[in-house]
C-alpha cells in the first residue's frame, strides 16, 4: 500500500511538472505578441510555429489577417474567428463576452511573409489534401529553407501521389536558393524543377546563388531554356485550343443558317435573332427549374434544348410562311425585311425581359476546368465543342437519311427539277427555314454558357456567321465545319499580335480576298441549277 501511495504521488508530480510545460510552449511567445513590438512579436511567429500547439495554426492566422487582440490591462491575447467569435489564444475556449478596450497586434510586410510561411510548414501535415496542396505550392514559391526540415517530415509521411510530387518541388525549390546546398544535392533538384516546367520552375532556377558551382548554374539554364521553349509551344497549343472553341461557337451560330441560304437563297439577317431566342429560352427553363425543382438544376440545360429548338422553330416557320415567301427570288428585299424582323424581335425582348444581362447558371458537369498536359481546359468550352460535333454529325445523318434531308439536297441542287419531281417546295422552305432557326437556337442554349444573355446577343454572331456560310461555300456543312474552326484559330492567333478588333478586321480583309479568287467558296456545291 506505500509503494501505491508513492506511485500516486509520483505520478501526480510529473502531471503538475508537465502540465505548466505544456502551456508554456505557446503562452510564452503570446507573452512576447502582448508586448506589440516587431522583434518580439517576429520571435513569437518562430516560436508558435516550432511548438507543435494545436491552437499554434489558428494564432498565427488570425495574426496575419488582423484578428489577434492583446487586452492592454492583463496581457491577456484573444482571437477572432471570421465569423466574428471571440477565443482565447492560449486554449482556444470560446469567449462570449471579452473585455472592452482589445488592442490589434500590428504586423508588418515583414511579419506577413513570416506569418505566411509559418502557416504554410504548418499546414503540411493538415489531414486535409487540398490545404496540403496550397503549403506546398507556398512553400514551392517563398523557397524558404527554415521549413525545409517539416517539408522532408511531410514529403516522408504523404500518401497521396499528386500531393507528394508537390512536396518533391517544394523541396527542390528550396535546396536549389539555399546557399549551402551541395552541387550534387542541387543538380538533384534542378532536375525535379525541369520536370515540372512552369513558369515557377522558372522563378526557382533562377534563384540559384551566384556562387552556385559552374555545372549546376550550366544545368539551370538549359533547364530554363527548355522550359520557355515547352511554354511557347504549349502557348501555341493554347490558342488552337481556343481556335477550336471559338471555332465552335461560330458553327453552332452558322450552321442553321447554312441551311437556310443553301436552300433558299435567303439572306437572313433575324437569324442572330433566333440564337438570341435560344438563349432566351434557356433562360425562362433554369427559372423553373430554379422556383420549382432546384434540386434537379442539373438537368436544366438538356431540357432547354428540345424545348429552344422547337420555340425557335416555330417562330422560323411563322417568319418564312408570314413573310419570306412573298419575297423569293428577291434578295435585297428579303434582306431588309428580315432585318426589321430583327429589330421586332430584339424590341419584344427588351419589352418583355428587360434590356440588363440575364443569369443563366452553368450546371455542375460544366463548371471548373482540369489540366491536359499543360493545357489549361474548361469543362464549358469542351462539352459546347463535343455538343457542336454531337449537332453536326446528327444534321448530316437527318440530311442523308430521311426524306426531309433528301428533298432539301435536291432542292438546293435544282428547285425547278424537284418541284417538277412532285416535291413541295413550299413545304421544304417552310421545314428547311423552321430547322435552320431551330438549329439557331439550339446554339443560343450552348452560347448562354459563354455569353451574357442579353437582347443583342445575336448581333454578336451574325457577321462571323455569314463569314464562315460565304468563306466554307453557300448550303454546304463540311464548309461550313473547316471555315468555322479555320476562322477561329486565325483569330485566335492574330489577336495576340493585332488585337481583338484589328484582327477581325484583318480576318475579314483576307475573306475578301479570297472570295476575289474562289466566289463559291472553299467547297461549292454541284449542281445543274447551283452551276448555272
Not at 492567333?493 to 478588333?501: C, I, S, T, Y
Amino acid at each position: 500500500m506505500p509503494r501505491f501511495s508513492l506511485l500516486c504521488a509520483l505520478l501526480l508530480a510529473c502531471l503538475t511538472i508537465l502540465a505548466p510545460q505544456a502551456r508554456a510552449d505557446v503562452s510564452a511567445p503570446l507573452a512576447r505578441l502582448a508586448l506589440d513590438e516587431f522583434a518580439e512579436t517576429a520571435k513569437a511567429v518562430d516560436e508558435i510555429a516550432a511548438s507543435g500547439d494545436a491552437q499554434a495554426q489558428a494564432i498565427l492566422e488570425a495574426l496575419g489577417s488582423a484578428r489577434l487582440f492583446v487586452d492592454p490591462a492583463t496581457k491577456a491575447v484573444y482571437r477572432r474567428a471570421a465569423n466574428g467569435d471571440a477565443f482565447a489564444a492560449a486554449t482556444g475556449a470560446r469567449v462570449p463576452a471579452p473585455p472592452a478596450g482589445l488592442q490589434t497586434v500590428r504586423v508588418n510586410n515583414r511579419l506577413r511573409g513570416a506569418i505566411q510561411n509559418a502557416v504554410g510548414a504548418l499546414t503540411l501535415m493538415s489531414p486535409d489534401p487540398a490545404r496540403r496542396r496550397a503549403a506546398a505550392e507556398s512553400v514551392f514559391r517563398s523557397r524558404d529553407a527554415s521549413v525545409l526540415a517539416p517539408l522532408e517530415a511531410a514529403l516522408k509521411a504523404e500518401k497521396d501521389p499528386g500531393v507528394a510530387q508537390l512536396f518533391a518541388q517544394a523541396r527542390a525549390a528550396v535546396l536549389v536558393a539555399a546557399p549551402d546546398s551541395s552541387n550534387e544535392v542541387r543538380i538533384d533538384a534542378i532536375g525535379v524543377l525541369r520536370a515540372r516546367a512552369d513558369i515557377n520552375a522558372i522563378a526557382a532556377l533562377r534563384s540559384l546563388p551566384a556562387k552556385a558551382d559552374a555545372s549546376a548554374k550550366s544545368l539551370a539554364d538549359d533547364a530554363v531554356a527548355a522550359i520557355e521553349q515547352r511554354l511557347r509551344l504549349l502557348s501555341h497549343a493554347q490558342n488552337v485550343w481556343y481556335g477550336l472553341s471559338l471555332g465552335s461557337v461560330l458553327l453552332l451560330a452558322a450552321i442553321g443558317l447554312a441551311i437556310t441560304f443553301g436552300v433558299m437563297g435567303v439572306i437572313n439577317m433575324a437569324h442572330g435573332e433566333m440564337v438570341m431566342l435560344g438563349a432566351y429560352a434557356t433562360f425562362m427553363v433554369q427559372e423553373a427549374f430554379r422556383a420549382y425543382a432546384p434540386a434537379w438544376f442539373d438537368f436544366s440545360l438538356p431540357v432547354a434544348l428540345p424545348l429552344a429548338f422547337l420555340f425557335t422553330g416555330l417562330v422560323g416557320v411563322a417568319i418564312e410562311r408570314g413573310i419570306i415567301r412573298f419575297l423569293y427570288g428577291r434578295p435585297l428585299e428579303t434582306l431588309l425585311a428580315t432585318w426589321g424582323v430583327s429589330l421586332i424581335l430584339q424590341q419584344a425582348v427588351r419589352t418583355v425581359f428587360g434590356p440588363t444581362n440575364r443569369e443563366v447558371g452553368a450546371p455542375s458537369y460544366m463548371a471548373g476546368a482540369f489540366d491536359f498536359f499543360g493545357l489549361s481546359v474548361t469543362w464549358g468550352r469542351m462539352w459546347i465543342i463535343v455538343f457542336t460535333l454531337v449537332v453536326f454529325v446528327s444534321l448530316l445523318l437527318a440530311l442523308k437519311h430521311t426524306s426531309l434531308g433528301l428533298h432539301m439536297r435536291a432542292v438546293t441542287q435544282n428547285r425547278r427539277m424537284a418541284a417538277a419531281m412532285g416535291i413541295r417546295t413550299p413545304w421544304v422552305d417552310a421545314m428547311t427555314f423552321g430547322l435552320g432557326s431551330g438549329l439557331a437556337g439550339v446554339a443560343g442554349v450552348a452560347l448562354s454558357q459563354i455569353d451574357n444573355v442579353s437582347p443583342n446577343l445575336g448581333q454578336s454572331y451574325i457577321i462571323d456567321s455569314f463569314m464562315v456560310v460565304v468563306f466554307g461555300g453557300v448550303g454546304n456543312l463540311w464548309g461550313a465545319l473547316v471555315s468555322a474552326f479555320a476562322l477561329g484559330v486565325a483569330n485566335k492567333f492574330l489577336e495576340p499580335l493585332a488585337g481583338a478588333v484589328l484582327a477581325k478586321i484583318l480576318i475579314l480583309v483576307l475573306l475578301i480576298l479570297f472570295i476575289q479568287k474562289r466566289p463559291r467558296g472553299l467547297f461549292a456545291l454541284k449542281g445543274r441549277a447551283v452551276e448555272a
